[in-house]
């Protein structure tokens, strides 16, 4: 199905539905939830997602698991989707909480050939077996490391979604301890109760997902690395090598499936 409203097709009697969507760049699908679970794939473009847990940046042959009747909130940048809605009781991935997954070729291929699928499909058919194909990939995608999430205290909350909007990696955890009123030691303590990160894992991990969405729009590497306080573009590709396996210069670019 293409561009087809979730609305008119949800009560349909299929544990798997398959939506095909095009985005205009730059729509914005404010907070909502789905009685579903969702696994959201951008085949082309960058989506920006946020629920109350945090943030995500998922970058080209990448995609979203975003659990049944979570709220969520997504920046589409250029994007084209393939989108799964399952029914909660399909055992597919961990129901509680948002993963960033890699696509593999294979499930590519397969997301894409789900938009030719019907609501009503035959289950028992090509369909059906396609579908069935499609939850099993997903089962065993990887997940990538490109979270950040947000604490539920409100003013430490405020002040990540401020550094979220301008992320800078030498930003020093004195000045966030000093807004808070508390002691360093207070606060490191505090942050990590409230993300599971110490602050210096959440800096960096932010950065990184900006990183990410600024590689996406075409803004040279070194332009990155100095605009998020790195003091080199060679430390800036160290940190993104290690984590994420490949160089900031050829993470996005076009793989062979096509």
Known sequence: MLN???????ATDRAVLAI????TPGTVL??????????????????????????WVIPPYSGVW???????????CGVSTRSLYLEPALEVRDNGQCQALVVSPLLHHLLLASADVPARYDEQGRDGHLVH????ELRKATCLPLFAPLPREPRLAALCRDFLAAPGIGQPADAWAEALHC???TFSRLFRQHTGLSFGEWRQQACLLAAVTRLAAGT??????LELGYESPSAFSSMFQRRLGCAPSTYLMKDDRG
Do not use: W
């Open 4 to 10: 087809v409203p979730l609305a008119t097709v949800d």
């Open 20 to 23: 095909g969507t095009d985005y």
């Open 30 to 55: 404010s907070a909502h939830v789905h009685r579903r679970a969702q696994f959201l794939y951008g085949i082309s473009g960058l989506m920006e997602v946020e629920t109350d847990d945090g943030a």
């Open 66 to 76: 975003i659990p049944a009747g979570k709220r969520h909130r997504v920046v589409m």
């Open 133 to 136: 194909l499609i939850v099993h």
């Open 183 to 185: 002691s360093p030691r």
């Open 220 to 225: 040279p590497v070194t332009r990155v690395a």
